[in-house]
């Protein structure tokens, strides 16, 4: 038998010269494909925020309906000539247009506040608080609200190092949001009780405000701090809101340079843990 040797000079520029007509092919589908992913994502991405924007807006429009509903009302009483016109009644429909007044004027702040943010033109008037005597001072002025579901309020003050420095009505709000919460997603007909707890280590001091309330779960808790998402209940009207508060809660206490983490598990409640740098006492 005969044996044929065959030999390349240059096998490498050989094979390449055999290929190289596929490599433009290649790249091209390469840059298609790519192309065709980003579309994808880009176009459930927007999808997704349609949804927000549509929930966010019907959720807003149920909320200021109702105060100027009951404004208009009370304006209506007073101008009918029908209706007897006591102190009593007057007194009464005097508050109902002042609280319904205050709530639309909420309502539409709080929208304001998180444009100002993105904006990025939000000003903080820092100062060195304490926080323990700050948690103390909310607690007894939101006790009234949690007692009126027939649960209690507790605390446990355990921060030695307690200042810190932070804007005053900005983080009052934080810790009056998370509470609001707290009592918003409340098992129904069933007394909630709120914890609250300060503690701090060398270099961080920490706020957590714990709830027996509905719970979360665990695939909402990566969009709870979102914009506008608002964690499903049924029904979407049955707790009030735009979805923005917890979404300023992060806001401000990524600003003030801390993070905020919550732990839930559902039908027994939910967990905020704030967490600040210090100021050490000299």
Same mark, same amino acid.
């Given at each position: 038998?005969?044996?044929?040797?065959?030999?390349?000079?240059?096998?490498?520029?050989?094979?390449?010269?055999?290929?190289?007509?596929?490599?433009?092919?290649?790249?091209?589908?390469?840059?298609?494909?790519?192309?065709?992913?980003?579309?994808?994502?880009?176009?459930?991405?927007?999808?997704?925020?349609?949804?927000?924007?549509?929930?966010?807006?019907?959720?807003?429009?149920?909320?200021?309906?109702?105060?100027?509903?009951?404004?208009?009302?009370?304006?209506?009483?007073?101008?009918?000539?029908?209706?007897?016109?006591?102190?009593?009644?007057?007194?009464?429909?005097?508050?109902?247009?002042?609280?319904?007044?205050?709530?639309?004027?909420?309502?539409?702040?709080?929208?304001?506040?998180?444009?100002?943010?993105?904006?990025?033109?939000?000003?903080?008037? &820092? +100062?060195?608080?304490? =926080?323990?005597?700050?948690?103390?001072? %909310?607690?007894?002025?939101?006790?009234?609200?949690?007692?009126? #579901?027939?649960?209690?309020?507790?605390?446990?003050?355990?921060?030695?190092?307690?200042?810190?420095?932070?804007?005053?009505?900005?983080?009052?709000?934080?810790?009056?949001?998370?509470?609001?919460?707290?009592?918003?997603?409340?098992?129904?007909?069933?007394?909630?009780?709120?914890?609250?707890?300060?503690?701090?280590?060398?270099?961080?001091?920490?706020?957590?405000?714990?709830?027996?309330?509905?719970?979360?779960?665990?695939?909402?808790?990566?969009?709870?701090?979102?914009?506008?998402?608002?964690?499903?209940?049924?029904?979407?009207?049955?707790?009030?809101?735009?979805?923005?508060?917890?979404?300023?809660? &992060? +806001?401000?206490?990524? =600003?003030?340079?801390?993070?905020?983490? %919550?732990?839930?598990?559902?039908?027994?409640?939910?967990?905020? #843990?704030?967490?600040?740098?210090?100021?050490?006492?000299?």
């Amino acid at each position: 038998m005969g044996v044929v040797k065959i030999h390349f000079p240059d096998m490498g520029a050989y094979i390449y010269s055999s290929v190289r007509f596929m490599i433009p092919s290649v790249v091209f589908t390469i840059v298609l494909l790519v192309t065709f992913i980003f579309t994808i994502v880009v176009i459930f991405r927007q999808k997704r925020y349609t949804e927000i924007k549509n929930d966010f807006i019907n959720n807003m429009t149920h909320e200021l309906k109702t105060p100027i509903a009951s404004i208009s009302l009370a304006a209506q009483m007073m101008n009918d000539s029908s209706v007897t016109k006591s102190p009593a009644m007057m007194e009464h429909l005097g508050k109902v247009v002042n609280d319904e007044s205050k709530r639309l004027r909420f309502l539409v702040e709080k929208v304001l506040q998180m444009s100002m943010f993105d904006r990025k033109k939000a000003v903080f008037k &820092k +100062k060195k608080l304490d =926080l323990n005597e700050m948690v103390e001072n %909310i607690a007894n002025s939101f006790s009234l609200r949690v007692e009126h #579901t027939g649960g209690k309020i507790y605390t446990e003050i355990e921060a030695v190092e307690s200042a810190l420095y932070v804007d005053e009505v900005h983080f009052q709000n934080v810790i009056n949001n998370l509470l609001d919460n707290a009592v918003k997603y409340r098992k129904p007909d069933q007394p909630v009780n709120i914890y609250l707890r300060t503690w701090n280590d060398n270099e961080h001091l920490y706020l957590s405000v714990r709830d027996t309330g509905l719970g979360i779960r665990k695939d909402n808790l990566k969009k709870v701090f979102d914009k506008f998402y608002r964690v499903h209940t049924g029904n979407v009207h049955d707790v009030k809101g735009f979805g923005l508060g917890l979404a300023y809660v &992060k +806001k401000i206490v990524m =600003l003030h340079n801390g993070d905020i983490s %919550i732990e839930s598990e559902l039908g027994k409640g939910t967990k905020f #843990t704030v967490k600040l740098p210090i100021i050490k006492e000299s």
